[in-house]
């Protein structure tokens, strides 16, 4: 019996083995053993993801870069390429050159080793940036078109729990002359990877020093090696309790800032490291003295030891209440008062008989400069002042004082200020010993007293920086540091760099909110959507939203679930929060349902586990149009896509190849589409490409189906084809009128083409590739599984396609044949039609059908039908 078997729809996505055999499902027939290379639509059909133009190489062929979308309007975005201490920026057309022909490039403080770690928001034309180890930094696009990179360290806070020990004390005070400078250690603490699989080969500050003999990661035995190599030169580690210490020599500690020990994890040891810890030495300070400059200095005391080189960067807070206070006497002609310090309300008395203007001034900079705050005048027999009032709300102090203007007599004057609480703010320069650090004076402190209520910044090098940035109720939001590591800040409205308070706290203040959770959970991304705030940690999923205006007063936070989150940057798609779970192979999303009035989420990769086997979901970008698909760049290389439709139940895998690995993608908007940029590693170097648009154009010589591809326009045709230095050794094919043409090798950066052409492209060649699961007749006495059949013929339908061959799983391919439609001497043109092939199968006990596109032309497959005996 002859049995025609329709496969509608490629929609389900390739699905692992052991989902393979669940005939019953209701999305069987749309399932695929296979789909690589192909983009999964939404409506059923299936089309071969297009080619990738080279835009250019990175600055270093061996180390990582990361892609940053930077859109700047409708018709303006840009991709920074970020890599080791550096950034670059790029269009569609190429590198932004400088007035050198050379690409414009910005320094930064991440290392190669670090920017697949950096999260990054975009708000306007600003883009920020933050990494836990170093300060907050943003690119900004100036109103020119000028770009700057800068740091942008938070003012006025956040700030730590403020101290509670009556022991512990601090006060402001300054001292002249040569200070000396105790020498600090530079170290690093970590726990160390253990692969027992791999071999360990590890190198201090680029000196080769230990090779496991054997597998298994010997980290006791690395550290004794290191004592024995560098223990000579003052360098100490220790192993204890799993953690590594590494510490410099103390008097030279500073010299030790910056080295690396990197620790090798090899399957052999003669070829490249599967992964690779780098840990940092800092903290360190060299002996010695501070010159003296003929100034005072400003010096923040402790009274126990507790100052490091690393806290330099970071800010303190010291807390005086101060009392009321009161002065009294006379001011001449153009004289002044004595001044009194001022956080609030002031009041003012005169006497004598005096006839002129007296003006009350304060000062907000320490007596630098005044400003008129009221004029009182008086005429003769007229009463004498008396009058009150209140300084506006804010955290600064004042200075106050009465100043005559052109008085006659003698003005009597009794000033006074009410109590007030000042937080005075002081930035850490320079480390002195651990009781004194150099500091300046960001806000006022009131009174060189010691003082109980002080509290150390959140951020500095020693504290940790933010990992997390985000904007939410136009609020710039900061997150999780290595001490604080599942605390938020926001700072004030619309005022992004500023992280203070007034005395009295007010709705647009900045506040902080710390996660209550059952454990000690690091905050790993935070995402808006729907009008709330998603927090992934380590350990769960929370909302923060509030009750009206979002401010200390009315912010909650409720955690939703207890699935844990990776590193990698949560993303809202179709209504949805997408996450990676905490060990990295799992990607769920996150939704409200109304049923049990709670957050809920399902396993996206569930039908495809095997697409995630030993390896972990590294990044993630999101295209919306044309299809609305979620790259996902993997931890060896590997590319794959998600097709996600919520809506629809659709949830579609599909994987991609490429001759080299992929270290980054993103997405940026272009005309009618969402552009994909990838980083790939290839076997020249590292290069920057970007997808090309399918179909934009139907012509036949418009089609690119080749990666990392130039193309080439000729007045006159050629074969010579120069420019392919990129590809130096590598097997290319091109695209030459629209026609195929090779394999040919690049040799001195060219290949040249059997015939001249007049446009081509030359790239590297991959295969699309749809298999389907084996064909599973419905039987009147039973299940199919366990007899044999025979596949006699297929028909495929194709929409604007070319090329293409199909045939059973294990056997022969034979070539479509489509209607010729193209005149003599002229490339065919894309059809859209019904194939018919007669396969050659053998009886099977599982036959299955395969479909391949080798050509770098396009093919759409919009179902299968397979005649089965």
């Known amino acids: 019996m002859v049995y025609h078997h329709l496969q509608p729809s490629f929609s389900g996505g390739e699905v692992s083995p052991h989902t393979a055999a669940r005939a019953e499902a209701g999305s069987f027939s749309r399932w695929l053993k296979t789909a690589q290379n192909f983009i999964l639509h939404a409506q059923g059909g299936a089309s071969n993801r297009p080619g990738t133009w080279l835009v250019a190489q990175a600055k270093y062929a061996g180390k990582d870069v990361r892609l940053i979308p930077f859109i700047c309007g409708d018709e303006e975005a840009y991709v920074l390429e970020l890599g080791d201490k550096y950034v670059r920026l790029h269009t569609s057309a190429g590198p932004v050159l400088g007035e050198n022909a050379q690409p414009t490039e910005w320094g930064t403080p991440y290392p190669a080793h670090e ?5 990054y928001v975009q708000y306007n034309q600003v883009l920020y940036l933050v990494h836990p180890a170093y300060a907050p930094q943003r690119f900004v696009r100036a109103k020119d078109g000028t770009f700057t990179w800068e740091e942008f360290m938070p003012q006025y806070g956040p700030f730590r729990t403020v101290n509670t020990e009556a022991s512990r004390c601090m006060r402001l005070t300054q001292e002249g002359g040569e200070i000396t400078v105790a020498g600090v250690k530079a170290g690093v603490t970590f726990q160390p990877l253990v692969y027992p699989q791999y071999a360990l080969m590890a190198d201090f500050n680029g000196q080769w020093f230990y090779l496991d003999e054997n597998f298994g990661c010997n980290i006791a035995a690395m550290v004794n090696k290191f004592n024995q190599t560098f223990g000579a030169q003052g360098f100490a580690a220790e192993y204890k309790n799993g953690v590594v210490t590494v510490t410099s020599p103390a008097a030279t500690g500073g010299d030790a800032n910056g080295m ?10 003669v070829e490249s490291p599967r992964e690779v810890a780098v840990y940092t030495l800092s903290g360190g300070t060299n002996a010695g003295t501070v010159p003296d400059s003929g100034s005072k200095k400003q010096i923040l005391e402790s009274d126990f030891d507790y100052f490091r080189p690393a806290q330099a960067g970071g800010i303190i807070s010291l807390t005086h209440e101060m009392e009321g206070q009161y002065v009294a006497g006379s001011v001449g002609y153009d004289g002044v008062s004595q001044t009194l310090k001022s956080g609030g309300d002031w009041r003012l008395k005169t006497a004598g008989n005096w006839t002129g203007n007296a003006v009350l001034e304060k000062s907000g900079d320490g007596g630098t400069t005044w400003q008129v705050l009221k004029r009182f005048a008086r005429e003769s027999g007229a009463e004498n002042l008396s009058d009150y009032g209140t300084l506006e709300e804010t955290s600064q102090m004042y200075l106050i004082r009465l100043r005559g203007e052109n008085v006659t007599g003698e003005m009597g004057y009794e000033l006074w200020s009410d109590a007030f609480v000042q937080e005075g703010i002081v930035r850490l320069k320079n480390y002195l010993g651990p009781r004194k650090m150099e500091v300046e004076i960001v806000q006022a402190v009131a009174s060189g007293d010691w003082s109980l209520r002080w509290a150390p910044g959140s951020f500095s ?10 904007f939410y109720q136009d609020r710039l939001g900061l997150a999780c540091t290595a001490t604080e590591p599942q605390a938020l800040w926001f700072s004030k409205i619309g005022q992004y760099q500023d992280f203070g308070h007034q005395r009295t706290l007010q709705a647009s203040d900045s506040f902080g909110l710390n996660l209550s959770a059952k454990s000690l959970q690091s905050i790993r991304s935070v995402v808006a959507s729907g009008g709330k705030l998603f927090v992934f940690t380590s350990g769960g999923e929370w909302t923060v939203e ?49 049923t049990c009035a709670a957050y809920l989420g399902a396993d996206l990769t569930l039908l495809a586990r095997h697409l995630f086997f030993n390896r972990e979901i590294r990044e993630l970008a999101l295209q919306q149009e044309p299809d609305e698909l979620l790259w996902c760049v993997m931890s060896d290389g590997g590319l794959l896509t998600l097709t996600y439709q919520p809506q629809q139940d659709l949830c579609a895998w599909a994987r991609h190849t490429t001759p080299g690995t992929v270290c980054g993608v993103c997405t940026v908007p272009a005309p009618g589409y969402d552009e994909l940029w990838l980083c790939v590693r290839r076997a020249n170097g590292m290069c920057i490409e970007r997808m090309n648009k399918r179909l934009a154009s139907k012509a036949p010589s418009q089609q690119l189906f080749l990666d990392s591809a130039i193309a080439f326009n000729f007045a006159e045709p050629a074969a010579q084809i120069t420019g392919l230095t990129h590809l130096e050794g590598q097997t290319v094919y091109a695209l030459a009128d629209g026609n195929p043409a090779g394999p040919f090798t690049v040799r001195n950066g060219a290949i ?56 059973v799983e294990g056997g022969r391919l034979d070539e479509l044949v489509y209607a010729p439609q193209t005149a003599y001497n002229q490339a065919p043109g894309l059809q859209t039609c019904v194939c018919h092939k007669v396969l050659a199968g053998v009886h099977n006990l599982r036959p299955a059908v395969v479909f391949k596109q080798a050509e770098p032309l396009p093919v759409t497959v919009l179902d299968l039908t397979v005649e089965v005996v």
């Open 752 to 807: 040249t083409l059997p015939a001249p052409a007049g446009r081509v492209l030359v790239g590297l060649a991959y295969e699309a590739v749809l298999g389907s699961l084996p064909i599973q007749p419905p039987l009147a006495d039973g299940t199919p599984r366990d007899r044999k059949h025979r596949l006699n013929g297929i028909s495929v339908s194709v929409l604007d396609s070319r090329g293409g061959c199909v045939g």
């Open 260 to 269: 690396e020990l990197k620790l090798r994890y090899h399957e052999d040891p």
């Open 546 to 594: 509030a009750d009206g205006a979002f401010t200390a007063y009315t912010v909650r936070a409720r955690q939703q679930g207890e699935r844990g989150a990776s590193r990698v940057p949560a993303l809202a798609a179709g209504g949805r929060v997408l996450f990676v779970q905490a060990r990295g192979g799992v990607l769920r999303d996150l939704v409200y349902d109304y």
């Open 115 to 119: 920017v697949a770690h950096v999260n």
């Open 461 to 470: 090098p020693a504290a940790g920086f933010p990992a997390c940035v985000f």
